[in-house]
């Protein structure tokens, strides 16, 4: 599979009830001579499954219906309750009204079959709240709250932690199932969790301090009360500060405060690790299916994200990998990026 062409599009599930299964692959097929498409298939998302985040901020696209949704989320693909006795999320199917009496991702690979198109599901971790991407509110997951992470002071925070063994499991159970129970050929995975020290140059309370990494850190004989102070620490002089930290001073911040590090290391370890359990997954169940990595925009311009994500690391685990390099890479994200650190961390050029 490495050395094949792949000319795909990503698309929503949300655009083949729009305009029909067999007229919108018809409508790629003859236009744009695709062979794969990556559907997104488990999402609470609208940039993921929904029409628009803002027809304000986005327009209208030229093709299906020009109108907003009120998107409730979910999967939009029929999970085989056999699968999820591990986890304590079981029920997830979308309540999207135009979704209830069908199998959209079943028809869709049916039609794919017909024209040589392959499908590929396509899964973002985070699933749930995620700034600028139109995230539903209320998430109709029950007991969800349970699964969440805390954050350095111990504040619930909005995304579940990776950690947490019902969450993890689930989603385990959602690659699990989709490999056994469709058609497909294969998995197009996007990790989009921000570590601690990535929280904290962004200015957030870093997570994940909940009880199930906690328990971890402590297995490893990691000593979690002086990492917190740790952090603490770094935090303080950042807002004791007034002038800002330069570059030395910042490093120096992580020097003094290693434990700092010590969880870093142990947070990215776990999150690579989920990615290789996924991996492994859909190589045990059919080693025929492939894998690859939907890489975040963030591994191209952020300093510490490029540090911790060497592309020849995930050689290990994918198939292929897909940069994600949309029209604004270069402009509004790129800026973003620099700035998280120009605000905080680097001393600004003296006025005169």
Same mark, same amino acid.
């Given at each position: 599979?490495?050395?094949?062409? /792949?000319?795909?599009?990503?698309?929503?599930?949300?655009?083949?009830?729009?305009?029909?299964?067999?007229?919108?692959?018809?409508?790629?097929?003859?236009?744009?001579?695709?062979? =794969?498409?990556?559907?997104?298939?488990?999402?609470?998302? =609208? /940039?993921k499954v929904g029409r628009s985040i803002s027809s304000d901020i986005d327009?209208?696209?030229?093709?299906?219906?020009?109108?907003?949704?009120?998107?409730?989320?979910? =999967?939009?693909?029929?999970?085989?309750?056999?699968?999820?006795?591990?986890?304590?999320?079981?029920?997830?199917?979308?309540?999207?009204?135009?979704?209830?009496?069908?199998?959209?991702?079943?028809?869709?690979?049916?039609?794919?079959?017909?024209?040589?198109?392959?499908?590929?599901? $396509? /899964?973002?971790?985070?699933?749930?709240?995620?700034?600028?991407?139109?995230?539903v509110q209320t998430i109709d997951v029950p007991n969800i709250v349970n699964l969440l992470e805390k954050d350095l002071i111990g504040k619930t925070g909005d995304e579940p932690s990776t950690f947490n063994s019902n969450y993890r499991n689930w989603i385990k159970a959602i690659v699990e199932d989709q490999c056994n129970s469709y058609d497909i050929d294969g998995v197009m995975w996007c990790n989009e969790r921000c570590s601690p020290l990535d929280q904290l140059i962004q200015g957030k309370c870093p997570t994940d301090f909940s009880d199930d990494f906690v328990q971890f850190a402590l297995s490893r004989n990691l000593d979690v009360e002086s990492i917190k102070k740790a952090f603490h620490a770094i935090i303080s002089s950042i807002h004791n500060n007034p002038n800002k930290l330069s570059y030395i001073q910042f490093f120096q /911040?992580?020097?003094?405060?290693?434990?700092?590090?010590?969880?870093?290391?142990?947070?990215?370890?776990?999150?690579?690790?989920?990615?290789? $359990?996924?991996?492994?997954i859909v190589k045990w169940i059919n080693k025929d299916l492939e894998f690859g990595l939907n890489v975040w925009n963030r591994n191209h311009f952020s300093p510490l994200r490029k540090a911790q994500w060497p592309w020849d690391e995930v050689l290990d685990y994918s198939d292929w990998v897909k940069p994600i390099t949309y029209q604004h890479q270069a402009g509004s994200i790129y800026a973003k990026e620099i700035n998280f650190w120009q605000k905080i961390y680097f001393l600004s050029h003296p006025k005169n």
């Open positions: 599979m490495r050395n094949q062409f /792949l000319n795909g599009i990503q698309i929503n599930p949300l655009s083949f009830v729009d305009e029909g299964v067999s007229e919108c692959l018809s409508l790629l097929k003859s236009r744009f001579n695709i062979n =794969a498409i990556f559907v997104c298939t488990v999402s609470w998302l =609208a /940039l327009g209208w696209p030229d093709h299906g219906v020009s109108q907003p949704i009120d998107l409730k989320g979910g =999967a939009y693909f029929r999970p085989n309750p056999l699968y999820y006795s591990q986890t304590s999320i079981k029920k997830f199917y979308t309540q999207d009204e135009m979704f209830q009496s069908n199998d959209i991702l079943f028809e869709i690979i049916t039609e794919c079959k017909k024209l040589d198109i392959k499908v590929y599901i $396509e /899964l973002m971790e985070p699933f749930f709240k995620y700034e600028c991407h139109g995230s /911040l992580l020097l003094y405060n290693p434990e700092v590090l010590l969880w870093e290391k142990l947070w990215l370890e776990n999150n690579k690790n989920l990615d290789k $359990e996924l991996y492994g």
